[in-house]
């Protein structure tokens, strides 16, 4: 369910001439039956909206005044989100016979043609006041006060992302909340100005255009979401912008080590923060630690605590990196099924994260693991897949797949290969491929992949650090001190690791390995440091002694990763 709530205006939306209609109070309560939230947001006085709507108790907020005052109706609690309008200005009014005249707790109301008189009391008085108007009726309010403004406190007390709500109206006064909605609709007696905005216009008018969007969003979900919606995963050859739904299916980024997979990732994380989508990367390796907009939690010592990933997803401003570099690799799968079912509840409820990024999935996500299959959700959406190969991530993540990037040379085969573990028909005349070949293929169109030019982050990407510094990089990209003859057979998973070793070797085995330029190799091409491996092939062409190599070596290496990660 991506999108969990309705918020809609009153007058000549909700209702006709100050009344609902009885069918349409009926949808409301069906509407609700689906646990989706329920927010009226109106121009009227809170007191005035009480007599003409007495079943205000199926909404779980109000928003009054045209964004000055909140009302909770469960619990009767309501609050002034302004000032009270200053009383000289009321006063100036009813002295120039401004008639009708209401006062409201923040708002002063009127009609036309009354607004210039309105607007010369504000001048004359040198009073910091905005007029809004609404098919004839004239409000003055205190700056940056709106429909708009109510609706992000309403949804902040419900800890509520603004994607996830519906708003529909048909007024002036419902632009600027319209355009704070993840779905813009205007009913079909809107005005032109305000169609002409929406996403969505409904075929009825009034109360049967609240009636026929309910029925839509709860019959389509996700199927209503706008192209704005969209993040830009990059440009096509013909200069299309490609953009990826969070709520409609998931995404697979797949290609060798090295080729720029998670350079992509942080770039879509940058979009996602920049349009408030919130985002939780889980982090096997410490690809992301640090990540800019985000907070991350768990270290290479400490898995990241699940209650305090949770307690941080509560707030939809609040992006997620959960480093699982603290774990081993038989560990990980049962970490994420753990983790899984409450960040699929917490989306049931409230719609967020809209975004959940898995690093090295198939770490926690491997094919034929019985645990990872049993807990994944089918109808799983807005999740990101990055993997080397995708053949080895569970079938039941596979499932949820609607896109594939695929980086490198050997993108196409990327590509069938995912075709070949989903059992899909591969696409045919893929484009040829170099070395920075980044291709797109959405799977349910079925036509050619195309040629990609991917977002690049502004951030500078930290790869790997923390990972190389104290992670578990594997027998395969570990360094091996060996020595001479082979006589020794010491392990350096990390840096960290590299340097203990490295100050207790013997000096035949410490020379073995310089004289082999071992040790600016393994910077270069494991640890992917060119400025490290520069700095260390220096001192192995130097003349220094093994002890004076060693030092300079060991604190080249302090001064890039160990120093920092303390």
Request: glycine share 8%; aromatic share 6%.
């Amino acid at each position: 369910m991506f999108y969990i709530g309705l918020a809609t205006d009153f007058d000549g939306t909700l209702a006709t001439n100050g009344r609902v209609p009885d069918e349409v109070l009926d949808s409301l309560r069906v509407f609700r039956k689906t646990e989706r939230k329920l927010l009226l947001v109106t121009g009227r006085q809170l007191g005035d909206l009480k007599a003409c709507m007495p079943e205000l108790a199926l909404f779980d907020r109000v928003v009054a005044e045209n964004g000055g005052v909140l009302y909770e109706p469960a619990a009767e609690r309501r609050r002034d989100l302004a000032p009270a309008p200053p009383k000289e200005f009321v006063d100036a009014l009813r002295e120039r016979g401004v008639s009708p005249l209401s006062v409201g707790d923040v708002i002063v109301a009127t009609w036309e043609p009354n607004q210039q008189i309105v607007l010369d009391v504000i001048k004359e008085l040198g009073l910091e006041l905005q007029i809004i108007f609404n098919k004839g009726a004239v409000m003055v309010l205190p700056p940056g006060v709106n429909k708009a403004s109510g609706l992000a406190a309403a949804l902040a007390e419900m800890n509520i992302s603004p994607h996830n709500i519906v708003g529909i109206g048909d007024a002036e006064n419902d632009h600027a909340f319209l355009e704070a909605c993840g779905l813009a609709v205007a009913v079909a007696n809107a005005l032109p100005m305000l169609k002409d905005g929406a996403d969505v216009v409904t075929k009825a008018a009034r109360g049967e255009g609240v009636l026929e969007i309910m029925e839509a969003i709860a019959s389509r979900d996700a199927e209503l979401l706008p192209p704005r919606a969209g993040i830009a995963l990059g440009h096509s050859a013909d200069g299309k912008t490609i953009r990826l739904l969070p709520g409609k299916g998931s995404v697979v980024l797949a290609g060798q080590s090295g080729i720029g997979k998670s350079t992509i990732a942080t770039a879509l994380t940058e979009q996602m923060a920049e349009k408030h989508y919130q985002f939780c990367v889980l982090d096997p390796e410490g690809d992301f630690t640090g990540l800019d907009h985000a907070v991350t939690v768990g270290d290479a010592n400490n898995a990241a605590p699940q209650e305090k990933i949770t307690a941080l997803l509560e707030l939809p401003s609040n992006n997620v990196v959960a480093s699982a570099l603290g774990m081993t690799l038989a560990d990980r799968p049962r970490y994420l099924a753990e983790l899984l079912p409450k960040i699929t509840s917490l989306r049931a409820r409230a719609g967020h994260p809209h975004w959940l990024i898995i690093d090295e999935a198939h770490h926690v996500l491997p094919a034929g693991d019985g645990t990872v299959a049993e807990r994944f959700p089918r109808d799983i959406a807005g999740a990101l897949f990055i993997t080397v190969h995708p053949r080895e991530i569970s079938q039941a993540a596979l499932k949820s797949v609607r896109h594939v990037i695929a980086c490198g040379m050997k993108a196409a085969d990327v590509i069938a290969e995912f075709c070949e573990a989903t059992e899909r028909e591969a696409p045919v005349d893929s484009p040829a491929c170099g070395e920075t070949c980044v291709l797109y293929w959405d799977c349910d169109r079925g036509a050619a992949p195309l040629s990609l030019k991917p977002a690049m982050p502004a951030q500078e990407h930290r790869r790997h650090t923390r990972k190389y510094a104290q992670g578990e990089l594997g027998e395969d990209n570990s360094f091996w001190f060996r020595g001479p003859e082979g006589k020794l057979n010491l392990r350096a998973q990390n840096l960290v690791i590299f340097v203990q070793i490295a100050e207790g070797v013997d000096d035949e085995t410490w020379e073995f390995h310089r004289r082999a330029h071992h040790y600016s190799r393994w910077f270069r091409d494991i640890i992917k440091d060119n400025d490290l491996a520069q700095s260390a092939e220096a001192i192995e062409n130097s003349g220094s002694s093994a002890a004076e190599s060693r030092r300079l070596i060991c604190d080249e290496i302090r001064a890039r990763y160990t120093a920092p990660a303390r």
